[in-house]
């Protein structure tokens, strides 16, 4: 995060609203089930690294990552947690995991041939990812795992602490798929358990739709991402949910010039909004370099409790509004979140773009600054 804000654009953190729905989760959940909060993606864009040593004074001491990179920078930052890699690592790069005390994720047993080829000097620690049905990683037979436990076995460097699965439709409607998922994942993990007797094995399947909708089926840990942030996995669960996520994350710039036109005037690159006579046109500080995508052109933003329109291409750093009438350089404007009585979800903005949340809060940029506040 920058120290010194030249620009007044930037995303507000509400560490408060994180914590709460983590709570919330925890009691859906039942209470005892522990949450691995999921921080890929700089935290689907909320900053991993504040997140991270937030959420360890909170107690957390377990989180997840897409990344070695991602690993590497909490570490950097002193995050002391376990951080499990949820991304194919190559073998080459394992010894950093050890270095830094990192899980990582294994599936192929040309990946631990590679492991005991490097000789590593101290204990790999892995967790085993089994496909019951995502059709990404993972193994996906009884022999299969087999295979791999085996080859496992005669591995000295190699310690399996953990055996996880991801859902493709925790987050729908109809649950058809996700049980057959579910019951695929108590029939191989059962292969794994009768291989590999071991007393503590880390069991992990769910993801926020999954431990939302069916808490009763989570195992002793979950890996919990989009929830956390205040963001449901669908609308459908957005809807059919009973818990109240706090959505966590609000954008902010501000407006840099402020114009009344003639009528005729043309606005932006490609002169597509040509104005009414009289119109004002406010200039403000955020563009597609930031994220906010050209396709939210005719989409709205917020000034003083109401909604102005895009007008125009969005530029790089720029993007042009229509007032309703002239307001002071430097009035703020609330491209996600509360502005007076006015709000702009992330659904919203998902919505008009034809995407998920995810993309939305991903897609923030580097060049904006993240400002927590609790
Ligand atoms: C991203 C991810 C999660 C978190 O999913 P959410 O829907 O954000 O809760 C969990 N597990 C794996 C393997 C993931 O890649």
């Not at 996906?140 to 399996?160: A, G, H, Q, Y």
């Amino acid at each position: 995060m920058q120290s010194i804000m030249y620009r007044n654009t930037y995303a507000k953190i509400d560490l408060s609203a994180i914590k709460h729905n983590l709570d919330i989760i925890k009691v859906n959940l039942g209470g005892k089930k522990k949450i691995i909060p999921v921080l890929k993606a700089n935290a689907y864009g909320h900053g991993s690294v504040e997140i991270a040593q937030f959420l360890e004074n909170q107690g957390y001491d377990f989180f997840a990552v897409a990344l070695l990179e991602e690993a590497i920078e909490l570490r950097k930052s002193g995050v002391k947690a376990i951080i499990l890699v949820l991304g194919w690592v190559a073998p080459r790069y394992a010894y950093l995991a050890i270095r830094h005390n990192f899980i990582l994720t294994a599936f192929q047993i040309e990946w631990l041939e590679s492991i005991q080829k490097l000789n590593l000097q101290g204990r790999l620690n892995i967790h085993l990812k089994i496909d019951t049905g995502m059709g990404r990683n993972g193994l996906r037979t009884e022999f299969e795992i087999m295979d791999f436990i085996n080859k496992l076995k005669s591995i000295e460097e190699i310690e399996l602490s953990g055996v996880y699965t991801h859902f493709a439709t925790a987050d729908d409607i109809d649950n058809t798929y996700y049980n057959e998922q579910v019951h695929n994942f108590h029939r191989l993990i059962k292969v794994v358990k009768t291989a590999y007797p071991h007393k503590n094995l880390v069991i992990h399947i769910g993801n926020s739709g999954a431990s939302i909708q069916y808490p009763n089926d989570m195992t002793d840990y979950s890996r919990v991402g989009v929830s956390i942030y205040g963001m449901y996995p669908s609308m459908s669960v957005k809807e059919s949910a009973s818990m109240k996520l706090k959505p966590a994350l609000e954008l902010k710039s501000e407006i840099t010039h402020v114009k009344q036109t003639r009528a005729g005037d043309k606005i932006s690159y490609g002169s597509t909004y040509i104005t009414k006579k009289g119109d004002w046109i406010g200039t403000v500080a955020i563009g597609y370099a930031d994220g906010w995508l050209r396709r939210l052109q005719g989409t709205e933003v917020l000034v003083s409790g109401k909604r102005m329109e895009i007008v125009g291409r969005i530029c790089m750093d720029m993007l042009m509004i229509k007032l309703d009438q002239a307001y002071e350089i430097g009035t703020e404007v609330t491209l996600i979140g509360k502005n007076g009585d006015a709000t702009i979800s992330i659904d919203e903005i998902a919505s008009k773009l034809e995407t998920i949340n995810y993309e939305v809060t991903t897609n923030l940029s580097s060049r904006i600054p993240r400002i927590y506040a609790w």
